[in-house]
């Protein structure tokens, strides 16, 4: 009688709880979702005030600009 090849030394299968490791994907599925929504909310906030900031922002460089023109311009009637 010829020799089988291969190990015999294999683990034994053990049957699969399918039922709980889809249970278990489930509930980290609606963590990560509720993570989501939550970074979400938090980067639409972030957003908003981004956007005042650099309206802010531009209102300041503006104002900073038109005292410069009229600082020159009074430097200017000085001199004549």
């Known amino acids: 009688m010829p020799r089988t090849k ?5 683990p034994k299968t053990t049957r699969t709880d399918y039922a709980s490791q889809i249970a278990e994907k489930q509930e980290s599925i609606t963590s990560l979702t509720a993570e ?3 970074i979400t909310a938090n980067i639409d ?3 908003a005030d981004l956007k005042e900031k650099k309206t ?3 209102k300041a460089e503006k ?3 038109s005292l410069e023109a ?4 009074r430097l200017k009637q ?3």
């Open 56 to 58: 802010a922002l531009k």
């Open 63 to 65: 104002e900073v600009a």
């Open 45 to 47: 906030t972030l957003k």
């Open 6 to 10: 291969g190990s015999k030394n294999r």
């Open 70 to 73: 009229k600082k020159q311009r």
């Open 78 to 80: 000085r001199l004549c």
């Open 36 to 38: 989501i929504s939550s």
